[in-house]
């Protein structure tokens, strides 16, 4: 894993942020963490994001809404979705929305270290490619 890199977590509930800290920062990981989506879009416009991990049942925002503002703001940053309410039609409308993961509450130490590795490479492959894109 890429470590010093930036995730953003996006949840209302603190376990699961706190969780999802200790699993990243073990991995040499920064994270930063907000419980609303309005919050986490403010952060985006000032911070620098590798990775976001954003719960679906979000007040206000919820995080169907997090993923269109995000692709009305040009932010190609790597989203995986978390939720406890794991069905089939909110996987497929994630991913359909632009998520690159989605991860069902409860999850494991591995699951969860795992998605993230993933997300970050999705990451880096991204910027590789704009990289050779520009260079031309």
Known sequence: ???NQ?????DDEQVIIDAISRIATSEG???????????????????????????ILLPEIDGFMFLDELLKMRKNIPVIMIT???????????IYKGAID?????????????????????????????AKKNSR
């Open 29 to 55: 990981l920064r994270v930063d963490s907000t419980n609303d989506a309005k919050s986490a879009l403010i952060k985006l416009k000032e911070g620098n994001y590798s990775l976001i991990l954003c719960d």
């Open 1 to 3: 894993m890429v470590v």
């Open 6 to 10: 930036n995730i953003l977590v996006i």
């Open 84 to 94: 406890g309410y794991s069905t089939v039609e909110n996987a497929v409308k994630s």
């Open 102 to 130: 989605f991860v069902p509450k409860p999850f494991s130490f591995e699951e969860l270290k795992s998605c993230i590795v993933r997300g970050l490479q999705f990451n880096n492959l991204q910027k590789s490619i704009e």
